[in-house]
């Protein structure tokens, strides 16, 4: 059974880093994409980035790019997102899902990370 | 970016009764768009895909239509598990794009 698995609950000041993270299993880790999905509080969903396990290939949605980084290790088959330095309006619940490719739709979804950035 | 409209925001609906939510693209998708349902407090779950391909476990109640910039998911019976916040997904060019969503609730 394909599942992926995502890190606890974060509570974080703004400016601090952060690294959330969505392991898989059931299935070959490295030879499917990643995808990572942002839903603010009652809003709609957007894509973030994707990454290529298996080697790594990453690629970022314009509004994203820079403000976050995405990685993986498929030695413990397992994909993060990570922020340097989290801003207030990055509060909000974090997914990710599976795909068969880079501009596909999103099979298997983990079951969320809620990130709050608050002073 | 392709922008992804969808409408009603919210639809009224009793059980028993069909249901049918629209969606439409900024520009043509082909046939490369996707429904998923999201439950208060769960992850979305992929419906549809390839505009009106089932995916695994999706009852046939559920069906989607259209082709290029709009597109249709329509509910013909509705049960009491399927009310839902519905997205529709283009996923032709990158970056992938949602709709606003639409939400079922029970009249």
């Known amino acids: 059974e394909v599942q992926l698995v995502q890190s606890g609950a974060e509570v974080k000041k703004p400016g601090e880093s952060l690294k959330i993270s969505c392991k898989g299993s059931?299935?070959?880790?490295?030879?499917?994409?990643i995808a990572w999905v942002r839903q603010k509080p009652g809003e709609a969903l957007e894509l973030i980035g994707i990454i290529y396990p298996g080697d790594a290939d990453t690629r970022y949605s314009p509004s994203f790019q820079g403000q976050v980084t995405i990685s993986a290790d498929k030695s413990i088959s397992t994909a993060f997102l990570q922020w340097s330095s989290l801003k207030g309006s990055d509060t909000a619940m974090y997914y990710c899902?599976?795909?068969?490719?880079?501009?596909?739709?999103?099979?298997?979804w983990g079951q969320g990370t809620l990130v709050t950035a608050s002073s | 970016e392709i922008v992804m409209t969808q409408s009603p925001a919210t639809l009224s609906v009793f059980p028993g009764e069909r249901a049918t939510l629209s969606c439409r693209a900024s520009?043509?998708?082909?046939?490369?768009l996707a429904w998923y349902q999201q439950k208060p407090g769960q992850a979305p779950r992929l419906l549809i895909y390839?505009?009106?391909t089932r995916a695994t476990g999706t009852p046939a109640r559920f069906s989607g239509s259209g082709s290029g910039t709009q597109f249709t998911l329509t509910i013909s019976s509705l049960q009491s598990e399927d009310f839902a916040v519905y997205y529709c997904q283009q996923y032709n060019k990158w970056p992938q794009t949602f709709g606003q969503g639409t939400k079922l609730e029970i009249k």
């Open positions: 520009q043509s998708v082909s046939g490369d």
């Open positions: 390839g505009e009106s």
């Open positions: 059931g299935y070959t880790f490295a030879t499917y994409w």
């Open positions: 899902a599976r795909t068969v490719g880079p501009i596909y739709h999103f099979e298997f």
